[in-house]
T-cell receptor
């Protein structure tokens, strides 16, 4: 029944070692988002895809990249993780970019990334 | 700029009522959302307000005043399982982003 699925649930990587987090959805939603949430902080939007159009937030570090090969899948690539990248990474979807009444984000369970 | 404020922590007793406030200043407004987030888990949707007034949904109600840039989430008949963080989020004018507040960590005590 899971609609937005993130793998793995927990990921440990070494400083500077590239890591990829994955997200898939069964909702056929047009928009997919990646959020970073550090401990006791609000989720912070990194980027989103509207269909195949990629939209990067101005303050997202170049170290973070994303790929969306098809409607269902979206990946977050961290090229050279630093200690400060330890966080929960949340994938979310929404049906459309113009959300209108009662559109909302559907979140995956998140991937807790630890950079050692 | 975008700014959303919530109290950092609140404590309440099982069976009681608690009100979690949220004030916002954003570049636009297309609606305000409340999400519940248990420790180590993803946020889950609770409520949505776009017009002024109170929306009631079971034990949870959410209120919005657009002129004041203010919302609250009211939780009645508190249960232990309500211990979680509650995130206030505003959808901006461009419909491309939810601006999240820092969250209020609610502890429900027996």
């Amino acid at each position: 029944d899971a609609m937005v699925i993130q793998n793995p649930r927990y990921q440990v990587t070494q400083f500077g070692k590239p890591v990829t987090l994955s997200c898939s959805q069964t909702l056929n939603h047009n928009v997919m988002y990646w959020y970073q949430q550090k401990s006791s902080q609000a989720p912070k939007l990194l980027f989103h895809y509207y269909d195949k159009d990629f939209n990067n937030e101005a303050d997202t570090p170049d170290n973070f990249q994303s790929r969306r090969p098809n409607t269902s899948f979206c990946f977050l690539d961290i090229r050279s993780p630093g200690l400060g990248d330890t966080a929960m990474y949340l994938c979310a979807t929404s049906r459309d970019i113009l959300k209108g009444a009662n559109e909302k984000l559907f979140f995956g369970s998140g991937t807790q990334l630890s950079v050692l | 700029g975008q700014n959303i404020d919530q109290p950092t922590e609140m404590t309440a007793t099982e069976g009681a009522i608690v009100q979690i406030n949220c004030t916002y200043q954003t570049s636009g407004f297309n609606g305000l959302f409340w999400y519940q987030q248990h420790a180590g888990e993803a946020p889950t949707f609770l409520s949505y307000n776009v017009l002024d007034g109170l929306e009631e949904k079971g034990r949870f109600s959410s209120f919005l005043s657009r002129s004041k840039g203010y919302s609250y989430l009211l939780l009645k008949e508190l249960q232990m399982k309500d211990s979680a963080s509650y995130l206030c989020a505003v959808e901006d004018n461009y419909g491309q982003n939810f601006v999240f507040g820092p969250g209020t960590r609610l502890s429900v005590l027996p």
